[in-house]
Structure formats: C-alpha cells, structure tokens
C-alpha cells in the first residue's frame, strides 16, 4: 500500500529539548516537503526537497531543519523548540518534479506541543 | 506569486442541502488545482483535480470546474450526509514548478442531521 508514514503521530516537548519527526515513503517518490497546519491560516511549506541531498526553503523555514540522506527519508528537525512551533505537522511526497497534475500524497500528521 | 482565497468562516448545513464552497486563485500560467479534504483527526486527502482550464473534478459526489475566465475552482456536492463534515481545501500547484502547494485557509463544514 502506497503512503506516506510520519512519527511520533503526537508529541509533547518541553523549550529547547531537540526533537525530530521521521517521514518515510514508500512509493520512490523524488519530492517531499514538510508543512505546518495552524488554524486561520491553511498549510504553509517549511521546506522542500527535489530529490536525494537537494533540499530548500519553503515559505516558514525558521526554526527547523532537514535532511534528505536517501530518497525515502525526509526527517524535520526542530533543534531547539519554542511554544511558537506547536502546531500540526504534514509530510507529502509526490513521483515527479513536475506537478502535471500528479498526486501529492500526505501523512497522517503529527500534533506537536511545545510547553 | 501564488495564493488561494477560500472564503472566510465555518459552514453549516443541514443533511440533504447543497453545498458550495468558493475558491479563487492568483497564478501565473496553468496551475493545477485541487481540493482536499480532512476528516476529524485525520490527515489530507485527495478529493479532486483539475490540470486544465474547463476540466470538472469529481468525486464522492463532489465536484469543481477549472475557470480560467474568472480564476475559480469552487466546489459543490448536491446532497450533503452528515459524513461529509470536514474542513476542505483549496490548493494549487502552479506549472513548471517543483510541486509547492499554495493552500487555502480551509472551510470547517458541519452537516446537521
């Protein structure tokens, strides 16, 4: 079954304690990107990845960061987590670069809480 | 650059009634466009698509026509079940890109038995 798996799925943190959120695919897909969902204000990109070790900003990249050691992989990494960051995390992750209508595939999400 | 306006507050609805949901975008080119649907404590799901000007997604007894003319992708389903009570999506992927979806706020829909 093709999807798209994120961990842990809800988290409670305390400030400045390092976390990371796993994101695996399963379908070979080259893209995936990282998305925070807040109320009011939709799903905004936090960073994206083209393929194995090309990664770049989205529109809040502040505060996180990634990697993309193989093309399955696309770990969020918050290094020092505020109250701000709290919010509901989506990985996606699509075939090709280029969207010609191609399905992005979510994850489940994973409900963040920094206190 | 690119963005999706959905139009603003929840929406609630009796079963059986019709529902629309307007969506506007601002792109340049042909972008994609799309709806998903998020069921209660779920993730994103694809609901429609449309790749081209004048294209009808449906799905699920959903539906939205791509209108270049007036740059719009509502989204309407005749008969709404109380098992459609969602928040729902606009979103576009803009052409020649590298897949960064621009996404609506997202409209809570209650249906009411």
């Known amino acids: 079954e093709a999807q798209v798996t994120q961990n842990p799925r809800y988290l409670i943190t305390v400030t400045g304690k390092k976390l990371t959120v796993t994101c695996s695919q399963n379908?070979?897909?080259?893209?995936m990107s990282w998305y925070r969902q807040d109320p009011g204000l939709g799903l905004r990109q936090i960073y994206y990845?083209?393929?194995?070790?090309?990664?770049d900003k989205g529109d809040v990249p502040e505060g996180y960061k990634v990697s993309r050691k193989e093309k399955r992989n696309f770990p969020l990494i918050l290094e020092s987590p505020s109250p701000n960051q709290t919010s509901l995390y989506f990985c996606a992750s699509s075939p090709t670069q280029e969207p010609s209508g191609n399905t992005i595939y979510f994850g489940e999400g994973s409900w963040l809480t920094v206190v | 650059g690119n963005s999706v306006t959905q139009m603003e507050g929840p929406v609630t609805l009796s079963e059986e009634a019709f529902l629309t949901i307007n969506c506007t975008y601002t792109?340049?080119?042909?972008?994609?466009l799309f709806w998903y649907v998020q069921y209660p404590g779920e993730g994103l799901q694809l609901l429609l698509k449309a790749t081209k000007a004048d294209d009808k997604g449906s799905n699920k007894g959903f539906e939205a026509t791509y209108r270049k003319e007036t740059t719009s992708f509502h989204l309407e389903k005749g008969s709404v079940q109380v098992s459609d009570s969602a928040v729902y999506f606009c979103a576009l992927c803009p052409s020649g890109g590298n897949n960064r979806l621009a996404f609506g706020k997202g409209n809570q829909v209650v249906v009411i038995p």
């Open positions: 792109a340049t080119g042909y972008p994609s």
């Open positions: 379908m070979n897909h080259e893209y």
């Open positions: 990845s083209m393929n194995v070790e090309v990664t």
